[in-house]
């Protein structure tokens, strides 16, 4: 195995497991590194999907107990059928677009330029919301898991169809949207997490198998080495969030989507980097 190509799987899976469960989107920035440390193995798409599957390993590791709980009470636990039906409802919206649309957003969204523009436009929405939150002396109407409606589920599951625009960020559409909706910061957090179960090994799942010929043996071994930096990122990112959104408001996200974006945009505009190569 290449050591340099080693380094930078080792890299891109470290950014993946960090940024995945945080509303600085995990594509946007995925796309940007590959770009700078120009990252081309022979799967890419079975890349993605193993540092993907990394991240999510880590939350089914974090939520064990709860997984387990739902599982052995999926057949006469009202509380844990009301979730998973939840998670099911608040998923459809967003597969069912990503089916309709993803070889058109790929086509024409994914590039350097086009995250840096959604990160902004994202984080001048976190600020708007966290300023409509502040303004409102905001109660939250949805303080637990197991007072999420179904119809709360269903607003999340819509708002979480503007995530397939690459850089808008997947948890930061689910989270923030949750707080939009009358979350509160934690509900809405946790819910996001269980919601990427199915939404991100459904995706992976889609992205694989589309991607079933270009499968390298050669390239296990860098599946593997991002896979562990995944998991073990993505595993004490979770852990800080939870603590994080106890007493804190998503603002410092904001601000770092806009001048990340803004420093694309303007190293672009200037001719400093040509992120079109």
Same mark, same amino acid.
């Given at each position: 195995?290449?050591?340099?190509?080693?380094?930078?799987?080792?890299?891109?899976?470290?950014?993946?497991?960090?940024?995945?469960?945080?509303?600085?989107?995990?594509?946007?920035?995925?796309?940007?590194?590959?770009?700078?440390?120009?990252?081309?193995?022979?799967?890419?798409?079975?890349?993605?999907?193993?540092?993907?599957?990394?991240?999510?390993?880590?939350?089914?590791?974090?939520?064990?107990?709860?997984?387990?709980?739902?599982?052995?009470?999926?057949?006469?636990?009202?509380?844990?059928?009301?979730? @998973?039906?939840?998670? #099911?409802?608040? *998923?459809?919206? %967003?597969?069912? !677009?990503?089916? +309709?649309?993803?070889?058109?957003?790929? =086509?024409?969204?994914?590039?350097?330029?086009?995250?840096?523009?959604?990160?902004?436009?994202?984080?001048?929405?976190?600020?708007?919301?966290?300023?409509?939150?502040?303004?409102?002396?905001?109660?939250?109407?949805?303080?637990?898991?197991?007072?999420?409606?179904?119809?709360?589920?269903?607003?999340?599951?819509?708002?979480?169809?503007?995530?397939?625009?690459?850089?808008?960020?997947?948890?930061?559409?689910?989270?923030?949207?949750?707080?939009?909706?009358?979350?509160?910061?934690?509900?809405?957090?946790?819910?996001?997490?269980?919601?990427?179960?199915?939404?991100?090994?459904?995706?992976?799942?889609?992205?694989?198998?589309?991607?079933?010929?270009?499968?390298?043996?050669?390239? @296990?071994?860098?599946? #593997?080495?991002? *896979?562990?930096? %995944?998991?073990? !990122?993505?595993? +004490?990112?979770?852990?800080?969030?939870? =603590?994080?959104?106890?007493?804190?408001?998503?603002?410092?996200?904001?601000?770092?989507?806009?001048?990340?974006?803004?420093?694309?945009?303007?190293?672009?505009?200037?001719?400093?980097?040509?992120?079109?190569?």
């Amino acid at each position: 195995m290449d050591l340099i190509l080693a380094l930078k799987a080792l890299l891109l899976g470290i950014v993946e497991g960090l940024t995945e469960f945080l509303p600085i989107s995990s594509t946007g920035h995925l796309i940007v590194l590959e770009d700078l440390v120009r990252f081309r193995p022979g799967s890419r798409e079975a890349f993605i999907v193993a540092i993907q599957a990394g991240a999510i390993l880590a939350v089914c590791w974090e939520y064990r107990a709860r997984l387990w709980q739902i599982v052995r009470g999926l057949l006469h636990d009202k509380t844990e059928q009301r979730l @998973v039906l939840n998670v #099911v409802i608040a *998923f459809t919206p %967003a597969a069912i !677009a990503g089916v +309709l649309m993803k070889s058109v957003i790929d =086509r024409a969204l994914f590039s350097p330029l086009t995250v840096a523009a959604a990160l902004v436009v994202g984080g001048l929405i976190i600020l708007w919301v966290e300023h409509l939150h502040a303004a409102r002396d905001y109660h939250p109407r949805v303080n637990s898991l197991d007072e999420i409606g179904p119809l709360d589920a269903l607003k999340i599951g819509c708002a979480q169809c503007f995530a397939l625009i690459p850089g808008t960020s997947r948890s930061g559409a689910t989270i923030i949207g949750g707080i939009l909706f009358g979350f509160s910061r934690t509900a809405a957090t946790q819910f996001s997490f269980f919601l990427a179960i199915p939404t991100v090994i459904g995706a992976s799942v889609y992205a694989l198998f589309k991607a079933r010929h270009e499968l390298q043996s050669a390239d @296990v071994p860098l599946f #593997v080495v991002g *896979f562990v930096a %995944a998991f073990v !990122a993505a595993l +004490l990112c979770v852990r800080w969030v939870l =603590r994080y959104v106890s007493n804190h408001d998503f603002r410092p996200f904001a601000w770092y989507r806009i001048v990340f974006g803004g420093v694309i945009l303007l190293t672009a505009y200037l001719g400093w980097v040509n992120w079109a190569d």
